[in-house]
């Protein structure tokens, strides 16, 4: 299984607005759940959203409100619209499957400051 290709990623204000993209390919990518992860500097992963297959959602607690998970599978590509950015959402984004299933990409940085 070829590992997701994420984008997007910047530098942006607190309060802005940043839209990832994560294309990916096979079998376990296209028919299996897709989450969002993010990485923080000195912390661990941590799992901010999923999608599944038909569309249905979760958001962890600290991006409810503020994120939106979408997945196109005919183009196998699942986006992360974010906004009311702050420094605290700060890290390097990735997707995978919900259970890590797949290779881990390079990720795409998203940072937050004035």
């Known amino acids: 299984q070829v590992q997701p290709v994420e984008s997007g990623g910047g530098l942006v204000q607190p309060g802005g607005s940043l839209r990832l993209s994560c294309v990916g390919s096979g079998i376990i990518f296209s028919f299996n759940t897709v989450g969002w992860f993010r990485q923080a500097p000195e912390k661990q992963r941590e799992l901010v959203a999923t999608v599944t297959r038909v569309g249905s959602t979760w958001y962890a607690d600290s991006v409810k409100g503020r994120y939106t998970i979408s997945r196109d599978n005919a183009k196998n590509t699942v986006w992360l619209q974010m906004s009311s950015l702050n420094p605290e959402d700060t890290a390097v984004y990735y997707c995978?499957?919900?259970?890590?299933?797949?290779?881990w990409g390079q990720g795409t940085q998203v940072t937050v400051s004035s």
């Open positions: 995978n499957t919900r259970s890590g299933a797949l290779a």
